[in-house]
T-cell receptor, first 112, second 111 residues
Framework: QKEVEQNSGPLSVPEGAIASLNCTYS??????FFWYRQYSGKSPELIMS????GDKEDGRFTAQLNKASQYVSLLIRDSQPSDSATYLC????????????FGGGTRLMVKP | DVKVTQSSRYLVKRTGEKVFLECVQD?????MFWYRQDPGLGLRLIYF???????EKGDIPEGYSVSREKKERFSLILESASTNQTSMYLC??????????FGQGTRLTVV
């Protein structure tokens, strides 16, 4: 079992809809959780960080963390074609200090 | 803004060559990382450094070594390049417990 898992997609949503991206992790002691956006041919870009249970909102993005279920999600409201990218979940595992482990990413396609 | 700079955007090297990939960050971050990214395999950690001269192996360290003599600089070394090391190499840096910021990437082709 991978330490950080994501559905590879593609996840296709119409413009203006809510896109919901999910990630599960295996290490119950994980401390820090991040979402990255990666456009084709570009480097990953950090878009959200979350450290405690609950929701964290930043503009059209909301990150949700449920440590009991070992689950972190990213909601994108009012999805735009420019949101079409691969979204990577990353976790700092409890037994590895500050080492970041990434999921395989979910490809999101927002159709006009 | 955090800036992480990788020395080359594209590199072509011959099998058996020793290859150096350089990375510099300007945010005084303790942590620096080298990943490689291949289609269908995602981001895989090669090495991680949490302080000068300190390093930890990641998931795929075989065939690679690293050097961190100064806090801002983290080098990845391919001791004897092979064709299966053709990949996109990404350097990143972070503060304690914080998200990492990536360089622009180096696309290495070994022929």
């Amino acid at each position: 079992q991978k330490e950080v898992e994501q559905n590879s997609g593609p996840l296709s949503v119409p413009e203006g809809a809510i896109a919901s991206l999910n990630c599960t992790y295996s290490d119950r002691g994980s401390q820090s959780f991040f979402w990255y956006r990666q456009y084709s041919g570009k480097s990953p870009e950090l878009i959200m960080s979350i450290y405690s249970n609950g929701d964290k909102e930043d503009g059209r993005f909301t990150a949700q963390l449920n440590k009991a279920s070992q689950y972190v999600s990213l909601l994108i409201r009012d999805s735009q074609p420019s949101d079409s990218a691969t979204y990577l979940c990353a976790v700092t595992l409890n037994n590895a200090g500050n080492m970041l482990t990434f999921g395989g990413g979910t490809r999101l396609m927002v159709k006009p | 803004d955090v800036k992480v700079t990788q020395s080359s955007r594209y590199l072509v090297k011959r099998t058996g060559e020793k290859v150096f990939l350089e990375c510099v960050q300007d945010m005084d971050h303790e942590n620096m990382f080298w990943y490689r990214q291949d289609p269908g395999l995602g981001l895989r950690l090669i090495y991680f450094s949490y302080d000068v001269k300190m390093k930890e192996k990641g998931d795929i360290p075989e065939g690679y070594s690293v050097s961190r003599e100064k806090k801002e600089r983290f080098s990845l070394i391919l001791e004897s390049a092979s064709t299966n090391q053709t990949s996109m190499y990404l350097c990143a840096s972070s503060g304690p417990g914080r998200g990492a910021f990536f360089g622009q990437g180096t696309r290495l082709t070994v022929v």
